[in-house]
């Protein structure tokens, strides 16, 4: 029988990580607390094997994050979600950038705690169909396929829409573009 | 990072990457932990018909799957009777006996099961087919302008 008072304990440890997992997906601090809540129960119950298993923050994340794109699929018009773009965003110009308020002429004086701020924010107003693949990208450590098999969009889809939302990013950010590859 | 056939990155998308994998945890809302806790005592507090059937005490366990056992023994039964048209002569030999306070009521019962073996016998195969033809086009014909409507309600800005 689990014990109420130590799974509470396990999911103090978890809860900012499963949140993260499920907010970056959703773009919604509601929607993320619903599937935050939505993974602990599930895990409630596995807790047996859950509370002994190095790998339980892995199954946190997998199931925060299956259930965050199911959630995205099932209650969001697809269609539109994973199709559709503005005038700005399909010309690649533009678009949710300008949505920003205007970068501070300071940016070079900011200091990490701001830019790890902005990115957040310009992350959060990245349009879905940007952010959740940029977001399996990147912090989920999907490769292209993979996205493209979970999100059932071509994989040309997949890649251009995260390069839209990486130079979204990259203008916010004020990165050089003119990098040589890594 | 992922996929070995992707091309090399430019070094500023590696430098978002950094970015992007430095940033901390966004620290979940106080209000999740009760949410959790609460809804885990309102599921422990259900009475056992309203769970799971694995989480059923294992007398119910076993008195259902012995219900749903003669359910379908008796549907099986009744199916291979059907077609012989012999079902309510059957029944009302095997079953009438043990069930006497309930007559009146097989009365109607067998009636309207004699009626639908009746009317399965009579009617052509070709008109079954027909009707099923009839709601399956029916079926899609909603399916169809439901798509149509729900298009042309929020039509795409582009393809």
């Known amino acids: ?182 | 990072m992922n996929s070995p056939s992707t091309p090399p990155e430019p070094r500023w998308v590696a430098e978002l990457d950094r970015r992007l994998q430095e940033l901390p945890d966004r620290r979940a809302p106080d209000s999740l932990a009760p949410r959790v806790m609460a809804a885990l005592r309102a599921r422990a507090a259900r009475p056992w018909y309203r769970r799971t059937w694995w989480q059923w005490p294992a007398a119910a366990q076993v008195l259902s799957l012995l219900v749903f056992s003669g359910l379908l023994g008796g549907l099986t039964w009744a199916c291979l009777h059907v077609g012989r048209g012999d079902l309510a002569a059957t029944l009302g030999t095997g079953m009438t006996e043990p069930l006497a306070l309930l007559a009146p009521l097989w009365g109607i019962v067998a009636t309207l099961i004699e009626a639908m073996a009746l009317v399965l016998r009579q009617v052509s195969w070709l008109v079954w087919g027909g009707i099923l033809a009839f709601f399956a086009a029916m079926y899609l014909s909603c399916i169809g302008l439901g798509t149509a409507l729900y298009q042309i309600a929020l039509p795409r800005r582009n393809s």
């Not at chain 1, 990208?137 to 396929?145: P, V």
């Not at chain 1, 098999?149 to 829409?161: H, I, M, N, P, Q």
């Open chain 1, 1 to 182: 029988m689990t014990d109420p008072l130590q799974f509470e304990a396990f999911m103090r440890s978890y809860q900012d990580m499963v949140f993260s997992t499920a907010w970056r997906l959703l773009g919604s601090e509601t929607e993320a607390e619903d599937i935050a809540q939505e993974v602990f129960l599930k895990a409630y119950e596995h807790f047996d094997e859950l509370q002994t298993s190095p790998t339980a923050g892995g199954w946190l994340k997998t199931v925060a994050r299956n259930l965050s794109l199911n959630h995205l699929t099932r209650y969001r018009n697809r269609w539109k979600f994973f199709s559709e773009y503005d005038k700005h965003d399909e010309s690649g110009e533009g678009g949710f950038v300008e949505t920003l308020s205007a970068p501070d002429s300071h940016d070079a004086t900011l200091d990490q705690a701001d830019q790890r701020e902005i990115l957040e924010a310009a992350l959060e107003k990245l349009p879905p169909a940007q952010r959740v693949p940029l977001v399996l990208y990147h912090f989920e450590n999907l490769s292209y396929e993979d996205i493209a098999a979970r999100l059932r969009v071509s994989l040309g889809k997949v890649k251009t829409d995260i390069h839209r939302g990486r130079e979204a990013l990259r203008r916010r950010l004020r990165l050089n573009p003119e990098a040589a590859p890594a």
